[in-house]
């Protein structure tokens, strides 16, 4: 049997990158999946997944996904964005929608599943988060950064209030990850490879991360493997913040 034999797994923004990633790696390893993402048609030929759009912005989105899923084992939050810029270039309405897509999103989905995991007698939630948080200032990230944070805030006070109740709550900490958007935000700088070049100079090891090397950290606090582990920021970064 495989290492989530059993489970039921809900994963956001699982259309692309380390959301879909992750969602079929934990099919591989026995879940039921659903692969959510506010984009459906992106979701079509995801392997081993049941599908469902999910606007994680949207809280009758998010109420009548779950209708379908039924209560999970295992949430995977992780739908965000990567707003550029400094304090100075953030408008209010970039501030409020990073807020609202990266840090609110996971307080409306928690709100949503935590009762009926707790029911059935626990459940593992992990919270995407970045290095570029509380853990580490990146330049030109500024709202990316406060909410990373913000997310490190909500895992940390979700593991130590159910903790009890056997919930365990994890954030786990990408530094820079080869995936669609990293790719769009590379050309929108106006220079793909001088930007390529610069993201890949500032890594130890001289390459961006797998959305795959991701998913095999997700699918570890997600299994009862990682049973003693709650509450903790987990960084995969190639050694960027060592
Ligand atoms: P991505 O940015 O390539 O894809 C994001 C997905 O989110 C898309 O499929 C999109 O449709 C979906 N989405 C957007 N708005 C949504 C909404 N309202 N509801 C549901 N889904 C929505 O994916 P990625 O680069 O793998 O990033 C995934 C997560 O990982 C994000 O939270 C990101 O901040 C975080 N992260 C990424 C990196 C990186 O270098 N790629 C590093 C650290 C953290």
């Known amino acids: 049997p495989g ?38 048609a992106g979701l079509s030929g995801i392997a081993g997944c049941e599908t469902a759009q999910l606007d994680v912005r949207d809280g009758a989105s998010i109420a009548e996904a779950l209708e379908r899923t039924g209560p999970l084992d295992i949430l995977f939050n992780c739908a965000g964005t990567v707003p550029g810029g400094t304090i100075l270039d953030c408008s209010p309405d970039d501030w409020a929608l990073a807020h609202d897509l990266n840090l609110a999103s996971m307080y409306r989905i928690v709100r949503a599943t935590l009762p009926a995991m707790i029911a059935r007698g626990g459940g593992s939630i992990l919270n995407m988060s970045s290095v570029a948080s509380s853990i580490k200032g990146v330049p030109n990230r500024f709202a990316y950064g406060v909410t990373k944070a913000g997310v490190i805030g909500l895992t940390k006070a979700v593991a130590a209030d159910f903790v009890g109740h056997g919930i365990r709550c994890n954030a786990i900490c990408p530094g820079t990850i080869e995936t669609p958007s990293l790719h769009e935000r590379l050309r929108a700088t106006g220079d793909y490879d001088a930007a390529l070049a610069a993201f890949v100079a500032r890594q130890p090891m001289a390459r961006l991360g797998l959305a795959s090397e991701v998913a095999a950290l997700a699918l570890y606090l997600a299994s009862p493997e990682a049973a003693f582990t709650t509450g903790q920021i987990h960084v995969i970064d190639g050694g960027w913040t060592n």
């Open 3 to 40: 290492r989530l034999a059993g489970k039921t797994a809900l994963v956001t923004a699982a259309a692309q990158g380390i959301g879909r990633a992750t969602a079929e790696r934990f099919a591989a390893e026995g879940a039921m999946v659903w692969a959510t993402d506010v984009n459906l």
